[in-house]
């Protein structure tokens, strides 16, 4: 699974395609924090949850506290007009 996968997955309702990878890594490295970008990385290339408790150095509650802030972040307005073409 690539990032554009995931975040079709994650995106409630999508009113246009998504832009292509490339032009959307820059918009979200701008928009989520570090930890967020790595977090939805890590799970388009389908890490285990102690993997990435483990790289993130969080919690397993900690990484479902990131997971519900990054779905709400990426389901805002602003940031899917961004994300789409």
């Known amino acids: 699974m690539n990032i554009r996968q995931t975040l079709e997955t994650s995106i409630r309702i999508l009113t246009s395609p998504l832009k292509s990878e490339e032009e959307m890594i820059p918009i979200l490295r701008k928009r989520l924090t570090k930890k967020e970008y790595k977090y939805l990385q890590m799970i388009s290339q389908e890490s285990t949850m102690e993997e990435i408790c483990e790289k993130l ?17 990426l389901n805002q307005e602003k940031l899917k007009q961004e994300l789409m073409r």
């Not at 990484?63 to 709400?72: G, H």
């Open 57 to 73: 150095s969080l919690t397993p509650e900690e990484i479902e506290s990131l997971k519900e802030k990054l779905i709400k972040k």
